[in-house]
């Protein structure tokens, strides 16, 4: 049975498949970024991230003959000794802190001519934060964290309105000093220039 067998197969037998990735990733170590189709970008992103903690591994490696090992299986899937040089000498330090996640797909819209879906995979920068993760509109809260939250609120409305009036209190009774007032109005017209 091929349960649960899938790979990308891109329409292409075993042998040029693999030509095909190892060409793909050796361009996108070297350049940084390659612009595809979609289904081969989706394809690259596994490989070419294996080939990325390969090199992680290497230069974290307890013995040289391991970080050789390595560097060697890199090769034989790359086939190119240029680009896991790059990667091995240079790139790898821009990863060594980043667990996964190496590459980031853009999709560009389809081409013209075939109407195939067009994608931008790129390496990620070292210093890239990615993206905020925010949280949904309406997203369902357990009932136990609503009754919570409902219970806490009454309290919570008390002692902010407290703090509040003694707030208001404090600044009635310390009338402002004019030289104050006159060095805050200098200020903002400064800045509104």
């Keep these: 049975m091929r349960h649960r067998n899938h790979r990308f197969i891109l329409g292409r037998k075993k042998e040029h498949r693999e030509a095909l990735m190892a060409n793909l990733a050796a361009a996108l170590i070297k350049h940084g970024k390659i612009q595809t189709t979609l289904p081969k970008a989706k ?17 974290n490696a307890p013995t040289p003959e391991r970080a050789l090992y390595l560097r060697r299986l890199a090769v034989s899937r790359v086939r190119d000794n240029e680009a896991i040089a790059i990667l091995f000498n ?25 109407a195939a879906e067009m994608a931008l995979i790129q ?23 609503k009754a919570a939250a409902q219970e806490e609120a009454p309290t919570a409305g008390a002692a902010a309105a407290a703090a509040e009036a003694e707030s208001v209190a ?13 060095e805050e109005a200098s200020s903002e017209e400064k800045k509104g220039e």
């Design 43 to 59: 394809a690259l992103r596994p490989f070419v991230e294996r080939i990325i903690s390969m090199a992680k591994r290497a230069k």
């Design 90 to 114: 240079e790139k790898v330090e821009e990863f060594l802190n980043r667990e996964g996640g190496y590459t980031r797909i853009y999709k560009l819209g389809n081409r013209r001519g075939d």
């Design 123 to 145: 390496l990620i920068p070292a210093d890239d934060e990615g993206y905020s993760k925010s949280r949904k509109k309406g997203s369902a809260k357990p009932k136990a964290v």
């Design 170 to 182: 404090v600044a009635e009774a310390e009338p402002e000093a004019p030289e104050a007032a006159e």
